[in-house]
């Protein structure tokens, strides 16, 4: 059983910038293909970014890509996204996610407790 632990969230002033780190345990985080989702009050979970087990492919949603970045390092079994030029919009909890594909929150088998992201205007 994997268990993933989100870590980098905090307040930013718009334009700015953070990095999420996700780190796995219990488990080789190289056997998963991973992503992030994020989740803001009142909103369903939505996914942001993947990447497959060797970081060789990765996806990002529409409303992310340019802005923000997935990469791994599996010899440290960790999982990141940067964050680039963030906007008030972004502001929500961010939960890496691992063991499944696709866009769909219900494909992924394994969860973080998500970590706060909060954007000043």
């Known amino acids: 059983q994997v268990q993933l632990v989100e870590s980098g969230g905090g307040l930013v002033q718009a334009g700015g910038s953070l990095r999420l780190s996700c780190a796995a345990s219990?488990?080789?985080?190289?056997?998963?293909?991973m992503a992030w989702f994020r989740q803001a009050p009142g909103k369903e979970r939505e996914f942001l970014a993947r990447t497959t087990s060797n970081g060789i492919r990765t996806d990002y949603a529409d409303s992310v890509k340019g802005r923000f970045a997935i990469s791994r390092d599996n010899a440290k079994n960790m999982v990141y996204l940067q964050l680039n030029t963030l906007k008030p919009d972004d502001a929500a909890v961010y939960y890496c996610?691992?063991?499944?594909?696709?866009?769909?929150?219900?494909?992924?088998?394994?969860w973080g407790q998500g970590t706060q992201v909060t954007v000043s205007s």
């Open positions: 996610a691992g063991g499944g594909w696709g866009a769909q929150p219900e494909l992924y088998n394994y």
């Open positions: 219990g488990g080789t985080l190289s056997s998963y293909n």
